[in-house]
Nanobody, 121 residues
């Protein structure tokens, strides 16, 4: 019922920028935390950035100062602005959201299908 759809991935040269977006749709009563994760080949999935419903943010040390997470609650969308991209940022980026689909149901984690970000050197 709830769906997360990522967009904005692609191929970019080192030093370039990309803006990822993740739109939640379906039965949504409330979106709590939203986050971006990434998984590079041979590595574990890691948290890149997170944002609470109140706007508090948290970033992985590797992306601090380069990435910015934001959200538009009216659009049920979370963004990840990625600047000064490095080849090490190459990964599949996944949107994650903790969503209450109906007021009477417990919150649950939802994941997007992922979008590939490739940074060439």
């Amino acid at each position: 019922q709830v769906q997360l759809v990522e967009s904005g991935g692609g191929l970019v040269q080192a030093g370039g920028s990309l803006r990822l977006a993740c739109a939640a749709s379906g039965s949504i009563f409330r979106i709590n935390d939203m986050a971006w994760y990434r998984q590079a080949p041979g590595k574990q999935r890691e948290l890149v950035a997170a944002i609470t419903s109140g706007g508090s943010t948290n970033y992985a040390d590797s992306v601090k100062g380069r990435f910015t997470i934001s959200r538009d609650n009216a659009k049920n969308t979370v963004y990840l602005q990625m600047n000064s991209l490095k080849p090490e940022d190459t990964a599949v980026y996944y949107c994650n959201a903790v969503i209450t689909s109906y007021a009477w149901r417990p919150r649950a984690d939802y994941w997007g299908q992922g979008t590939q970000v490739t940074v060439s050197s």
